[in-house]
């Protein structure tokens, strides 16, 4: 009986041995590489077009390894020429595992003969860099999105919009002489609310200007 029970041990201690050396085969046989995507964008990554001028996609390409699949790019967003502004089209691709990349193009519209654009903002802290929209409303005012040029959302706490809200709306009339005045003001994140002093368009150079109450000098160009 003693010599049944050692022999069935045996029997199993060598059928779980050669079960695991196979379990290791089928490890080491299902080895694989992945290859991610690469995304490359045809043209620049920021196009600048006047309203009303048609946008044309400059295209794009993505390779998996040797293999093209391009086909495969899904492009998100769209572009309105006829308002000024900054439109972002973002490209992404997912490789055979499902790894996914993507790349953004942003597409600035400007008026070169009106207030209402797209403008980069600056201060006496940084250069025009941060990107500001005067919208026309439509009644004879003017939504500048943010009266502090950026100075907040851009310099002082990049990336911590939507979160918190950095951008302090303002609305303006553009009067006779081309000076500004602010008739409201929207929300923000902060209790106190600077306003616009000084303000003036500059129809010949399409330069926005003006100092907030708070002392921020403020210059947009197109």
Same mark, same amino acid.
């Given at each position: 009986m003693?010599?049944? =029970? =050692?022999?069935?041990?045996?029997?199993?201690?060598?059928?779980?041995?050669?079960?695991?050396c196979n379990d290791g085969?089928?490890?080491l046989t299902d080895t694989r590489v992945t290859h991610f995507a690469d995304l490359q964008l045809q043209g620049d990554e920021l196009i600048v077009l006047n309203v009303g001028e048609p946008y044309v996609e400059p295209?794009?390409?993505?390779?998996?390894?040797?293999? +093209?699949?391009?086909?495969?790019?899904? %492009?998100?967003?769209? %572009? &309105?020429?006829? %308002?000024g502004g900054f439109y972002d089209l973002v490209y992404s691709?997912?490789?055979? +595992?499902?790894f996914s990349n993507s790349v953004t193009r942003t597409v600035m519209v400007v008026n070169p003969n009106g207030l209402a654009s797209a403008y980069w903002g600056s201060t006496q802290f940084y250069g025009p860099e941060a990107p500001i929209i005067i919208t026309d409303n439509g009644d004879g005012t003017y939504t500048i999105d943010d009266l502090m040029a950026g100075y907040y959302f851009y310099y002082n706490y990049?990336?911590?919009?939507?979160?918190?809200?950095?951008h302090l709306e303002a609305i303006v009339t553009l009067?006779? +002489? &081309?000076? =500004?005045?602010? %008739?409201?003001?929207?929300?923000?994140?902060?209790?106190?609310?600077?306003t616009v002093t000084n303000g003036v368009y500059d129809p010949s150079t399409g330069t926005v200007s003006w100092v907030t109450s708070n002392g921020l000098s403020v210059q947009l160009t197109k």
């Open positions: 003693k010599k049944i =029970l =050692l022999s069935g041990l045996a029997v199993c201690l060598s059928a779980f041995m050669l079960t695991s085969e089928d490890q295209g794009y390409t993505a390779t998996e390894g040797e293999n +093209d699949i391009t086909d495969k790019v899904v %492009v998100s967003g769209s %572009v &309105n020429t006829n %308002v691709v997912a490789n055979t +595992d499902n990049p990336g911590y919009e939507p979160t918190y809200d950095f009067n006779d +002489d &081309n000076t =500004l005045t602010q %008739v409201g003001a929207g929300s923000w994140y902060f209790s106190s609310k600077p």
